[in-house]
């Protein structure tokens, strides 16, 4: 354990690649005629959430029309976000919270995605787990049968440095998740840097490297790869990402649901993590403008992360099946 490698379940998390095989392809809006090519020659559309179904807590206008209408269509739906401050249950309820029909099954968030990576790669259960994140990543371990600490209990804790201070640690956590963490402090920095350096073996997992978020409607806000980076440079260490552009929780549906994923659009806001996480995984893509990328981003010359199509935003992709 402890390496990117493919291992016997076939689920060990493989590297990202660095840039686009279809760089070199025009970019292409979508429009009724290459709408209704798209849909027919797939059977299972991927959704991120942030940026595309809603912004921070505000659903994007007429998403819930585009998502009856492809499943009145016999779409399958299935909702795959880097953000792990919630479960899958959590998240849920989100869902229906907004008015959405969303099932736990159609959901995969990077906290599954982490508890899922350390169940297949059979972490020992006799080993804990600290996590350097929120309650998402610490119910899907939890319901996963793994023992961990950490979390929104230590972000109440601080640190007070004086002479001869010894900072303890648990010699038994054998993983560190780091993930989007709105209560980050030196206290879990130090604890997740102790770990991975000093307990032998010990996993550095993060769940996702996005570098931003749409947290709220209106701003763009620091995401989890700010809390990875912070212990890549205390650890001196690279960590193994479960989530996009991984991927890893694409092998993990592809197993459950059996669809090939030339039969899947991977439809994001974010090239490199996204539109690449689709590409990697040999999906078709479609870049929506309602997130984190713009049209001026996606044409720039030096971007080489090319989706198959962009659209405004999801509504009016679908609405141009209706033209």
């Known amino acids: 354990m402890g390496s990117n490698s493919d291992n016997d379940n076939g689920f060990a998390a493989k590297p990202s690649s660095s840039s686009s095989s279809s760089s070199s392809q025009t970019l292409k809006p979508l429009t009724p005629h290459t709408a209704r090519s798209l849909v027919d020659s797939v059977d299972a559309f991927l959704f991120d959430c942030d940026g595309v179904i809603w912004k921070g807590d505000k659903l994007i206008e007429r998403v819930p029309e585009a998502l009856r209408t492809l499943r009145s269509m016999g779409k399958k739906l299935f909702f795959v976000t880097n953000n792990s401050t919630k479960s899958r249950k959590q998240y ?24 899922m990576f350390l169940k297949l790669n059979k972490f020992p259960r006799e080993k804990k787990v600290y996590v350097f994140g929120e309650e998402g990543i610490m119910e899907e371990l939890k319901l996963a049968g793994f023992e961990c600490l950490g979390g929104p209990e230590d ?26 963490d709105h209560h980050i402090n030196y206290y879990k920095i130090q604890y997740a840097t102790l770990c991975i350096r000093e307990n032998p073996g010990c996993l550095f997992i993060a769940t996702n490297r996005d570098a931003t978020g749409n947290l709220t409607d209106l701003q763009e806000w620091p995401g989890a790869g700010c809390m990875v980076a912070t212990v890549c440079a205390s650890t001196e260490k690279e960590p193994i990402v479960v989530g996009k552009p991984s991927t890893f929780m694409m092998d993990f549906l592809q197993e459950r649901f059996q669809i090939e994923t030339s039969r899947m659009c991977m439809v994001g806001d974010r090239l490199d993590t996204d539109i690449l996480f689709g590409q990697n995984a040999g999906c078709k893509t479609l870049l929506v403008l309602s997130g984190v990328t713009n049209l001026s981003t996606l044409q720039d010359p030096s971007n080489n992360i090319h989706p198959n199509f962009y659209a405004n935003n999801l509504s009016d992709a679908v609405e141009l099946l209706k033209s």
């Open 92 to 115: 849920t309820k989100k869902f229906s919270t907004l008015g959405l029909e969303v099932s736990e099954e159609e959901v995969f968030s990077s906290s599954f995605a982490a508890a």
């Open 155 to 180: 972000g109440k804790k601080n640190i007070t440095l004086k002479s001869n201070y010894h900072f303890d640690h648990d010699k038994n956590v054998g993983a560190v998740i780091v993930g989007l």
